[in-house]
């Protein structure tokens, strides 16, 4: 396939390779088709909305990736907003046409978009802790270094495209959420963002791949295996009440066992939310 990736280098203000180790991008994409095509925007209201938008009036190649520098309208889970510095982080999303999936299995997409950035970041922070907050919030050192946004396009129970966004922290210094850091603070290396997208992109074809192939007892096991506190106590906000649990566990459906008092339950994400206290 061809290679339409660019190697373009956004450094922060004020940033020289004299004052910081700079990892710089590599020039060539090591995929079958994930990123091979991609769409490099300045700014844009949110890239999950541009792709959703694409795929309505032409043809998309799998794979096809949309990267901007600056989001206005950034989204993430439970309607949230997601806040960027322009030219900071890695906002992009991914377009995937799994066709054959059923929704049935759509937490899958979620398990190994989240698997990808958890690899890619743990590559480039190899000293780092780096974990998997269920659903798909990336926990770098205990903090949230990333989140992850799917929004599915379904015809006759089949998903038709995945539209991935994927948000990742990774030179900004200062956030208003208490529990959010980026790759810079943890590792005191500033990074080019496109580099980390290739590493992504390679990660996220290993793991699609799998799911194609409805591997789905590697990836759930995969998944558990990187749960963020997965054999601790957690707080868990379910029903207007906070819980303390325990032996948290994601089942195949992508609800979450738990003990608490004694017993075992389950909660869906629509349910449930794991409090970072």
């Known amino acids: 396939m061809s290679n339409n990736l660019t190697n373009v280098i956004f450094l922060p203000p004020n940033v020289t390779s004299k004052s910081h180790l700079i990892i710089k991008a590599i020039?060539?994409?090591?995929?079958?088709?994930i990123g091979q095509n991609k769409i490099t925007l300045q700014t844009v209201d949110s890239t999950n909305n541009y792709a959703a938008k694409?795929?309505?009036?032409?043809?998309?190649?799998d794979g096809t990736v949309i990267m901007a520098q600056n989001q206005t309208e950034g989204r993430g889970q439970r309607s949230n907003v997601w806040q960027s510095e322009p030219h900071m982080n890695l906002l992009c999303s991914f377009i995937l046409q799994p066709k054959t999936?059923?929704?049935?299995?759509?937490?899958?997409?979620?398990?190994?978009s989240a698997l990808a950035a958890k690899e890619a970041i743990e590559e480039v922070?190899?000293?780092?802790?780096?974990?998997?907050?269920?659903?798909?919030?990336?926990?770098?050192?205990?903090?949230?270094?990333?989140?992850?946004l799917?929004?599915?396009?379904?015809?006759?129970?089949?998903?038709k495209f995945g539209i991935i966004g994927m948000g990742v922290n990774v030179n900004q210094n200062?956030?208003?959420?208490?529990?959010?850091?980026?790759?810079?603070?943890?590792?005191n290396k500033v990074m080019d963002s496109d580099f980390l997208l290739k590493i992504i992109s390679?990660?996220?074809?290993?793991?699609?791949?799998?799911?194609?192939?409805?591997?789905?007892n590697e990836i759930i096991t995969a998944y558990n295996k990187t749960l963020w506190r997965g054999d601790s106590e957690n707080k868990i906000e379910m029903g207007g009440k906070s819980l303390i649990v325990?032996?948290?566990?994601?089942?195949?459906?992508?609800t979450i066992s738990f003990a608490h008092n004694g017993s075992v339950k389950t909660a869906s994400f629509s349910e449930a939310k794991i409090s970072y206290e």
């Open 27 to 33: 020039k060539r994409m090591n995929t079958l088709f």
């Open 54 to 61: 694409l795929i309505k009036v032409s043809y998309v190649p």
């Open 101 to 112: 999936l059923g929704t049935d299995k759509s937490f899958y997409m979620s398990a190994v």
């Open 125 to 148: 922070s190899p000293k780092s802790d780096v974990k998997i907050k269920w659903p798909n919030d990336i926990i770098l050192n205990d903090k949230k270094v990333g989140g992850i």
């Open 150 to 159: 799917i929004e599915n396009s379904v015809v006759k129970g089949l998903i």
């Open 174 to 187: 200062e956030f208003s959420f208490s529990h959010a850091t980026s790759i810079r603070n943890e590792t």
């Open 202 to 216: 390679k990660k996220l074809e290993k793991w699609y791949l799998i799911l194609l192939r409805e591997g789905y």
């Open 246 to 254: 325990s032996s948290l566990s994601v089942r195949k459906d992508g």
